[in-house]
């Protein structure tokens, strides 16, 4: 079963960059065999195989716990019935539920994780209940089918997951993200909004902020752009369309370039410092962002 990534940026272990539409062919394998992972952090079906990892929330099924606490002492001071509270919401939703019931296995990387490889983990717990996932790991849940595999796995025993990436790529790949619609395609602006699904026109030629990424010809040099948004309190007037801002990265050296998110959280910080509006006061709160860091040597050696 191949996973349909969309529009993505692809980092190889080498540093090379690349943006393409990818597909990943994913499953787990033992000495018993292997199963195809159908989806990663939803469920469509009660007979997928579905991974979940952090992103997906802290528990499979995600409860949201800390919402249900924060409302409960509203009205409830002892902390032991809080928690009774807590214990028969969750209780009461439970049916509710996709994941209730289903065969499920919590994994720890004894390895970097990586696609496009093979990846060794180690089983650190089995339950049809609710199961956390680890910072370094995920859990794996196989619905409501018939999966021998999962009766042959036991704490402490370990399994590889594999991946491939289509189109092919020669070496590992540490990050993948997506972002939507192309900006520039081998060297040639074309913004491909309704190739990718997008139907508001405006979006596409309003004047927004806006943020870009692209690659050079040989996917060695990787170029970020940040378009600073209108900030009204100002009257500062900013934005600009997904063309303009194409042929700005394509004047900057982009071969292929892709749009990310934008609007009024636009925004670029270099060295702890915001260069994309340096006086504004920055306030709007993010729940994403693409990172730039210098990777030490520590950091390359463990597992995370």
């Known amino acids: ?47 997928a195989v579905v991974a979940y990892t952090r992103f997906y929330g802290n ?8 919402g249900i606490l924060e409302a409960s002492e509203d009205t409830i001071t002892d902390e032991s019935e809080i ?6 919401v969750v209780d009461s939703l439970w049916g509710q ?12 990387y004894l390895e970097k994780p990586a696609v496009n490889g093979s990846v060794l983990c180690q089983v650190s717990a089995l339950d049809t209940g609710i199961i956390a996932i680890p910072d370094d790991g995920g859990v794996i849940s196989f619905g409501k089918g018939n999966f021998p595999l999962f009766f042959s796995l036991f704490e402490g025993d370990t399994f590889r997951i594999q991946s491939k990436v289509l189109p092919e790529i020669k070496g590992t790949v540490v990050q993948m993200f997506g972002g939507t619609p192309r900006l520039i395609r081998d060297g040639n602006v074309n913004v491909e909004w309704q190739e990718e699904g997008l139907t508001k026109k405006r979006f596409v030629t309003g004047k927004y902020g806006r943020t870009a990424i692209g690659v050079d010809k040989d996917c060695k040099k990787l170029i ?8 009204r309190a100002k009257l500062r007037k ?13 004047a900057k050296g982009a071969y292929n370039a892709m749009n990310l998110d934008g609007g009024s959280s636009a925004t670029m910080v270099v060295d702890g410092r915001a260069v994309s509006a340096p006086k504004a006061v920055l306030t709007r709160k993010i729940s994403t962002a693409v990172l730039v860091v210098k990777e030490n040597a520590r ?3 463990r597992p995370r």
Do not use: C, W
């Open 59 to 66: 528990t499979v099924p995600f409860i949201d716990t800390l």
């Open 299 to 301: 950091s390359r050696s």
């Open 97 to 108: 539920y996709r994941e209730a019931g289903t065969l499920k296995m919590q994994f720890r």
């Open 238 to 250: 900013r934005g600009i369309s997904l063309t303009d801002i194409a042929i700005l990265m394509h």
């Open 224 to 231: 970020l752009m940040t378009v600073e948004p209108t900030r």
């Open 83 to 88: 928690q009774t509270v807590v214990s028969s």
């Open 1 to 47: 079963v191949a996973l349909h990534l969309n529009l993505a940026v692809a980092v190889l272990k080498t540093g090379r960059v690349m943006i393409d539409t990818f597909d990943v062919e994913t499953a787990l394998t033992t000495t018993d065999g292997s199963i195809s992972i159908d989806r990663f952090n939803l469920r469509r079906s009660e007979e």
